[in-house]
């Protein structure tokens, strides 16, 4: 079978599913959300919650990168051992493959949240180390990827499956990822439209703080309270919240839509010092130099 055969069979996988019957380490603020970055003492303090809460059959690790702050998952299914990671990260590819090899996972999707402007994704780099594994990204990013995920698509992994939100604001081809055994909400990967206490910045990128306010308050406060919620970033040194406390307490999202329009247009944040760096390569599944160069 030629490799491309090989691929779009391994890529046909993933579909959007059958419609359900009718049954830091200083205090400068980050240059996306304006929060105080963590010192190295606080990183990752906040007790995550229980694996017991998890389905028994359930991988799941965060992944955290000092650089970037940005926050990658894996989630793998101990049944067939396929995995999929979310938000990997070019510099830190050998660290997943490595896990992943400890763990006995292959894995199968390689997915994007969004177009990240902070960091370059590690998705491309992975899909050579493992020709098996296909890329995820919104078609509404117009980035290259295997797969152009829509509202409602889901990603399967063994046994188990994410569903994908269109949950634009920060960028316009920003998803959420909703883990759902048992048709319950009980995890949902935010990427930067929710972020612990804040949320991403939406001054680039297409990005619009009326489409995000109202993505977040239809699509992703309307989970369970109990939801946990993963962002791809944290810059406080936290590492999940739910549904209830963002609600309760994010001092943006909070507050009623009017208000949230005026904190974000008095953010007044710096230029993304990675941004002409790592949207370009973005663009084309974070392979962007090697492109160049042939």
Do not use: W
């Not at 304006?34 to 799941?60: D, V």
């Amino acid at each position: 079978m030629s490799t491309f055969a090989f691929m779009r069979q391994a890529c046909s996988r993933l579909a959007r599913p059958p419609r359900p019957r009718m049954s830091s380490l200083h205090k400068a603020k980050s240059p996306d959300t304006g929060q105080p970055r963590p010192t190295i003492n606080n990183i990752f303090t906040r007790q995550q919650r229980t694996f017991s809460t998890l389905p028994s059959n359930l991988i799941f690790r965060q992944l955290f990168d000092h650089q970037s702050f940005t926050l990658t998952y894996l989630l793998g299914d101990k049944v067939t051992g396929e995995a999929i990671l979310i938000d990997p990260v070019i510099e830190l590819v050998n660290r997943d493959v490595n896990l992943m090899q400890d763990l006995g996972l292959k894995l199968v999707y390689a997915v994007n949240t969004h177009c990240h402007a902070d960091h370059i994704t590690g998705t491309g780099e992975l899909k050579k180390r493992i020709p098996s594994c296909c890329s995820a990204i919104s078609k509404a990013s117009g980035a290259k990827a295997d797969v152009y995920l829509q509202e409602g698509d889901r990603i399967c992994f063994g046994e188990q499956f994410v569903e994908a939100l269109s949950t634009p604001g920060h960028t316009s081809g920003c998803m959420t990822f909703v883990l759902k055994p048992g048709d319950r909400p009980i995890m949902a990967f935010t990427g930067d439209a929710v972020l612990i206490r804040g949320c991403g910045r939406t001054d680039f990128q297409e990005g619009n703080s009326s489409l995000l306010y109202d993505n977040v308050h239809g699509k992703i406060f309307t989970l369970p309270e109990d939801t946990s919620l993963y962002p791809a970033h944290d810059y406080t040194g936290q590492c999940i919240t739910t549904v209830g406390e963002e609600k309760k307490f994010n001092p943006r999202l909070s507050q009623p839509k009017e208000k949230f329009l005026e904190i974000m247009k008095q953010l007044n944040l710096p230029y993304p010092k990675a941004i002409d760096k790592a949207l370009p390569a973005n663009m084309v599944c974070g392979i962007y130099e090697t492109e160049q160069t042939r």
